[in-house]
Structure formats: C-alpha cells, structure tokens
C-alpha cells in the first residue's frame, strides 16, 4: 500500500472518531448568557456529556424553544418543590436557596416533578420557575468542564 494512502485512511478514521463522539457521547455549547454567573460567563465554552438522566447538582446544558440554556438542576422526578411566602426555595421540605418571584410564571407550588423530567434553576429567571420542569429529552447533557472565554 502506498504511503500517502496509509496517512488518508488514518486521517479518516480519526475523523470518523472524533465525529462520533461529538455527535452521540459529548457535546460542546457556547454560554449565551450569564445564567450562571459567576461560575459560567457569556461566551464560556461548555464541553458536556450525554448521560441518560441528570442527577440533582448537576449544571446542564438544555434546549426549549429552539435556544440553548445552561442551569442547575436542583430537582428530579419524584421530587417535591415549593417555595415559601419568603421566597426560600425548597426541595422535598429541604431549604435550598432565595430565589425572586418571576412575573408572568403560572406554576403552582407545591410541584411534583413528574418522572423523566429536572427542575433547573438559573440567575438569569428564564428557568424552571417561568415555564415549568424540563424534559429529560430536552437536556443536551451534563457539563464537564468549560473553557473561559478571555478578552485578550
């Protein structure tokens, strides 16, 4: 075999590698917003993985309407979530956070979150709290790791 055909092939199939694992195993997003700030940053790029279902605790990268998000999960199916006169956020009676009221939301709390689907949270208020649990076929997947965006 001529040596310019063995370099090609080799090419190819770590092309047809990397394509792969980018297409079915990992996944990568740019952060639109400051919906995590100060962890994640406009412009920060997020490498995820492709989990079956997200756990509690876990910063994810979502898609609803046609635009990607990233949030926290706080909680999954089964899970309880209500939010005080005082505006404390609780998960299975569980104090987690302050959050604000969002105008326009129509949820009512208490929430059961029905199986196959996370409660995520946001500072930027586009979240769970506005338009309800997200499914679990909406969650592009969990984030590893981010690579800041620097103005240099």
Do not use: Q
Not at 25 to 47: H, I, K, M, R, S
């Amino acid at each position: 075999m001529k040596p310019w055909l063995k370099v090609l092939i080799r090419y190819l199939c770590t092309a047809a590698v990397f394509v792969l694992l980018f297409t079915f195993v990992f996944g990568f997003a740019v952060a639109e917003d400051a919906g995590l700030a100060p962890a994640v940053n406009t412009g920060d790029l997020l490498f995820y993985f492709r989990p079956n279902e997200p756990a509690g605790g876990d910063v994810v990268v979502y898609t609803l309407g046609g635009k990607t998000a990233e949030g926290r999960v706080l909680a999954v199916g089964g899970d309880v979530v209500s939010v005080t006169s005082t505006g404390t956020l609780l998960v299975n009676d569980a104090e987690v956070m302050s959050v604000t009221k969002i105008e326009g939301s129509t949820l009512k709390y208490p929430l059961t979150i029905p199986d196959g689907s996370v409660f995520v949270i946001n500072s930027e208020n586009a979240d769970s709290r506005l338009f309800g649990p997200v499914s679990s076929k909406d969650v592009d997947g969990v984030v590893v790791t981010l690579a800041r965006h620097r103005k240099i």
